[in-house]
Structures are given as C-alpha cells and as structure tokens.
C-alpha cells in the first residue's frame, strides 16, 4: 500500500475552518490556504476520516505507547509539552444518517477508550487541531498506512462494554450517536402529528429540537448539528410522511422482530459468564467461582 500523505486533499473538508490564533476565533478558507494555518479542521461534518485527541500534559508525545495502536502523527507543542493524537483511518465513519448506525457506535466505543488510556480530553469536540504540515509544532510520524476500525479495537479486547452510552456519551462520536438517537426517535413521532406546510419548515422544526437536545458538557459544534438535522429531516421526509404506518407495518413484522431477537440473545450470551466459564481456567466449579467473586466483591 503507497504511503498516506498527511492532511491529503480529498480527505479533508473541501474549506475547512483554520486559524493561527484560537483566541480570535475560526475562519473559513481555501484547503490551500488552511494548510499555512497553524490549526485546521481535520474532518467534515459528515465523514470523520481521522479519530483525533487532545492530550494536555507535557508527556502526551508518548502516552499511546503500550496503551493504544502507534498514531499517524502528533502534533506537539514544543511549550508544554501538549499535543494533538492523530489515527488516519482506511475508511472514514460516516456520521450522518447516510451511514449505518452500528459502524458508527463501534468508532464511538473505540474513541472512548482510546480516550481513557491515552488520558485524552473527554469535553475536545475534534472540529480543529494541531496542523501536522506546520513547522510550528514538533511533529512526529508514525505509520504512513491508514488503520481500519478493527486494528485500532486490538488495543480495546473488552471493547463490548465501551458501546455502553454511559461510556461514549462523553466524546465527541459519542455525543453523534446520542443527538442522531434523540432526534431520529424525535422525527419519526413528530412528522405525522403537524401539517408540515414545506420540507424548510420541518427542517428548521428539526434545527430547533436539535438545538434544544444538545445539552452535553461539551456541545456538538453546530456545523455537526447541522448535518445530523439535514440527513435525519431528509430521510423522515421522503420516507415516513403520511407512509408511517405502511413503513412500520414493512419492516417490523413478526417474523422480522423474531429474527432482531434472536440475533440479540445470540450477542447477550456470547460475552456471557455462562459462554466464558472462566471457572473452567481456574480448575474450580461454577459454585465456587461465584463464591469467591461475591466474597471479593464485599471485601
């Protein structure tokens, strides 16, 4: 596979938001002219095409070794040490309703530990870093191949207990997942109930509850918002208004919900004590494992 050059064109936004000072705020400007900037916005809002941390101590240039897949590149302040935690991922996550949901809750589940062991800012939304092309920084390369989700989930073996939304909820992928739950849940009571006059309308209805949902610590950026609001009101107006019932009645049939919940039993007992009978590596019965564990658990 050839080398990934940083920052390449067709993997960033076609103008991103930069800037040389944060104090003064963010402007919009040509790529060309945002790779001079000493910040710039590394994704778009509806493809992330790098997962990006924000680690704010003066050994953060070594803080994914032993805990995390070696990053693509970090961007270091040669001040304090700080730095911008960079993996160029093969395939970006799509976060907008064009993509699939479970893809993107695994790149959340991913963020969120990845966050954790490399002690990464949790409230950092991701929409401007460090830029790895300016000299400004102390830049440090590592792989030139781009990781698919899977590689980086290597370093997460549990990584089942991550997809909660208590753990994912405190990223910025995270915090994607939750307003696209809130507000597609939001639409689909929603699109029925008032005579909607034009598509504008309910798109601006949608903005609105949007903006009323995103009360998280860290609030989403609004150009995230923004995307989330027009693929979430696009697809539930071409696709359930005045159809509710007709799409409903197609793609929740017995049969359907049978299979869902099989699937899922399936999923509940394979991370199960019951399939993991870790009692067998210990040589010990069943009984006496939950013993010990209940005993550990008061102690």
């Not at 704010?56 to 040669?78: F, I, L």
């Not at 980086?152 to 997942?177: D, F, M, Q, Y």
Request: proline share 5%; aromatic share 10%.
């Amino acid at each position: 596979m050839a080398p990934l050059p940083l920052l390449r064109s067709d993997r960033l936004p076609y103008r991103p938001y930069c800037t040389d000072d944060l104090s003064i705020g963010l402007t919009i400007r040509s790529q060309q002219e945002a790779l001079q900037r000493l910040y710039i916005q590394p994704n778009g809002p509806a493809h992330r095409w790098r997962m990006v941390y924000d680690v704010d101590n003066e050994m953060a240039a070594s803080a994914w070794m032993g805990e995390t897949s070696e990053p693509n590149w970090v961007a270091v302040n040669r001040d304090n040490g700080h730095a911008h935690i960079g993996f160029e991922l093969l395939v970006p996550v799509v976060t907008s309703n064009a993509g699939l949901l479970r893809p993107l809750r695994y790149a959340a589940a991913i963020e969120a530990a990845y966050t954790d062991k490399l002690g990464a800012d949790r409230g950092y939304t991701g929409l401007i870093c460090k830029n790895p092309l300016n000299d400004y920084w102390d830049v440090i390369r590592g792989p030139s191949e781009a990781y698919t989700l899977d590689q980086l989930a290597e370093h997460v073996p549990n990584i089942n207990r991550w997809r909660k939304p208590s753990k994912i909820i405190n990223t910025s992928l995270g915090r994607n997942c939750q307003m696209f739950e809130w507000l597609r849940q939001w639409a689909y009571r929603h699109i029925n109930k008032t005579n909607w006059q034009s598509y504008d309308s309910w798109y601006y209805a949608c903005l609105q509850q949007a903006d009323q949902l995103n009360t998280f610590d860290a609030p989403l950026p609004l150009t995230e918002i923004r995307a989330t609001v027009r693929s979430v009101a696009q697809w539930v107006w071409k696709r359930l208004r005045g159809n509710q019932q007709v799409y409903i009645d197609r793609t929740h049939t017995r049969e359907i919900q049978a299979e869902r919940g099989r699937r899922s039993g399936q999923a509940r007992r394979k991370s199960s004590l019951t399939e993991q009978k870790p009692w067998l590596e210990l040589g010990i019965s069943r009984a006496t494992w939950y013993r010990r564990r209940q005993s550990e658990t008061r102690t």
